[in-house]
């Protein structure tokens, strides 16, 4: 995997980075921020994590023509990201961990509902229609799974409420640790960025004195390391 180093000591309060809010993928930089806003019954009720996985599977859906293109295939492809997605050899391997099969045998059931829940939307979003067959449906199933993983391992709450949750851009090769907080990084609202526009950006910032050779960190939240 990719991991980020400290090639000299960085002292704490170094802006490490700046990443521009039009680069972040979030509902409200997506083109279907008004669909998904404008939901109505159930899908009115779906969750953050969910609203951001159905726009990033319209932009991955959408191919070399996203904006985001080039970020997208740069994640892993694998369909089996996280253990619910597991087989039920791979799911022994957690055995002692705080992490059952069961639970995630009904996270798995869940995840298909709130497919089912999304429908409308995901209508509006001409990812079905009504001749989209049941393979068709299976492949965007397949998809759905692939870019809730990318949210759920990847996407960082970020500080500004108009955006919130966001699948940020370089802020994710920052690797997670739960324990780090010697080394945690945080990403604060930018002052101005080169044209001057205040808040243009979200800053990178080192919250600790980190020696020259040390792996970076971000603590993601309170997740285990299992």
Same mark, same amino acid.
């Given at each position: 995997?990719?991991?980020?180093? *400290?090639?000299?000591? +960085?002292?704490?309060? +170094?802006?490490?980075?700046? +990443?521009?809010?039009?680069?972040?993928? #979030? !509902?409200?930089? #997506? $083109? /279907?921020? %008004?669909?998904?806003?404008?939901?109505?019954?159930? *899908?009115?009720?779906l969750d953050p994590d969910t609203r951001l996985t159905l726009a990033v599977l319209a932009e991955w859906r959408r191919g070399a023509d996203s904006a985001w293109h080039g970020y997208l295939?740069?994640?892993?492809?694998?369909?089996? %990201?996280?253990?619910?997605? /597991?087989?039920?050899?791979?799911?022994? /391997?957690?055995?002692?961990?705080?992490?059952?099969? $069961? &639970?995630?045998?009904?996270?798995?059931?869940?995840?298909?509902?709130?497919?089912?829940?999304?429908?409308?939307? %995901?209508? $509006?979003?001409?990812?079905?229609?009504?001749?989209?067959?049941?393979?068709?449906?299976?492949?965007?199933?397949?998809?759905?799974?692939?870019?809730?993983? /990318?949210?759920? #391992?990847?996407?960082? &709450?970020?500080?500004?409420?108009?955006?919130?949750? *966001? @699948?940020?851009?370089?802020?994710? +090769?920052?690797?997670?640790?739960?324990?780090?907080?010697?080394?945690?990084? #945080?990403?604060?609202?930018?002052?101005?960025? *080169?044209?001057?526009?205040?808040?243009?950006?979200?800053? !990178? @910032?080192? @919250?600790? &004195?980190?020696?020259?050779?040390?792996?970076?960190?971000?603590?993601?939240?309170?997740?285990?390391?299992?």
């Amino acid at each position: 995997g990719v991991e980020v180093y *400290a090639r000299k000591r +960085i002292a704490a309060g +170094i802006e490490l980075c700046t +990443i521009p809010k039009s680069s972040v993928l #979030s !509902v409200a930089n #997506s $083109k /279907w921020r %008004l669909v998904l806003d404008a939901a109505r019954g159930p *899908a009115r009720e779906l969750d953050p994590d969910t609203r951001l996985t159905l726009a990033v599977l319209a932009e991955w859906r959408r191919g070399a023509d996203s904006a985001w293109h080039g970020y997208l295939a740069s994640l892993p492809q694998s369909r089996l %990201l996280l253990p619910s997605d /597991w087989g039920s050899r791979e799911l022994g /391997w957690l055995r002692g961990t705080e992490l059952e099969a $069961k &639970d995630l045998l009904e996270e798995r059931r869940e995840l298909r509902d709130t497919f089912r829940t999304a429908d409308p939307l %995901l209508k $509006k979003m001409g990812l079905l229609g009504a001749h989209t067959t049941s393979v068709q449906r299976s492949a965007l199933f397949a998809d759905f799974r692939l870019c809730r993983a /990318w949210v759920s #391992s990847r996407a960082f &709450d970020t500080p500004d409420p108009k955006h919130g949750l *966001a @699948m940020t851009p370089l802020m994710d +090769i920052f690797n997670h640790r739960h324990n780090g907080d010697d080394i945690e990084l #945080s990403m604060e609202l930018g002052s101005r960025n *080169a044209t001057g526009k205040r808040g243009a950006a979200f800053v !990178v @910032m080192s @919250m600790r &004195d980190v020696p020259a050779g040390q792996v970076l960190r971000n603590r993601y939240g309170d997740f285990a390391n299992c």
